[in-house]
Structure formats: structure tokens, C-alpha cells
């Protein structure tokens, strides 16, 4: 059963960093695109950042200067590296791969003093 499992998050403190991982166990990794969404309790769940199977990427607004995604294709693994973390980034961050709809079970990110 193809799989993609995150892991990397946990409570910081706010100014803080954390880097997520999603690893994908299906054989062909480095033709698709993947993401990073978030649920933030009582909210809808939002893109945060995608990148390209050629590497570009994309963020929105309330991350840019602060989170970067990554690849590695050779690890099957995406990365988001997220910096100067606010209260407001506190949210259960999901991996996804949009063009097989496949999605994590999610890793809770919590931005607290």
C-alpha cells in the first residue's frame, strides 16, 4: 500500500524553527508534484507550499521569507523547513502528492511559549 508519512513536528516556541519530512513508499517519486497543507483547529485546510517535479515552488503569502520546501528525489522524501514560527503557524501540517490524491496522516505543529 502505497504511503506518504510525515514526521518533524512537535512544540516550539514562537521565533523558533522546525523542519517537516513526508516520505512517499510508492517506486516512482520524482515525476510528480508535492505539497504541504494545514489545518489550524476550526479552519479550513490551505495550501502552504508546493513545488514542481523541475523544483519550482510556490508559498503562500502569510509564509514567504520564512518556510522553504524541498526535494530529494533520490530519498523520495519532501522537506518544508519552516523559520520564525508564529502562533498563528500552529496547525496539523498534511503532505500531499496532487496528481495521485495521495495524502499523510498529518504531524501537529504547535507555536507556543
Do not use: H
Amino acid at each position: 500500500q502505497v504511503q506518504l508519512v510525515e514526521s518533524g513536528g512537535g512544540l516550539v516556541q514562537p521565533g523558533g524553527s522546525l523542519r517537516l519530512s513526508c516520505v512517499y513508499s510508492g517506486s516512482i517519486f520524482s515525476i510528480y508534484a508535492m505539497a504541504w497543507y494545514r489545518q489550524a483547529p476550526g479552519k479550513q485546510r490551505e495550501l502552504v507550499a508546493a513545488i514542481a517535479s523541475g523544483g519550482s515552488t510556490n508559498y503562500a503569502d502569510s509564509v514567504k521569507g520564512r518556510f522553504t520546501i524541498s526535494r530529494d528525489n533520490a530519498k523520495k522524501t519532501v522537506y518544508l523547513q519552516m523559520n520564525s514560527l508564529k502562533p498563528e503557524d500552529t496547525a496539523v501540517y498534511y503532505c500531499n502528492m496532487p496528481p495521485t490524491g495521495y495524502w499523510g496522516q498529518g504531524t501537529q505543529v504547535t507555536v507556543s511559549s
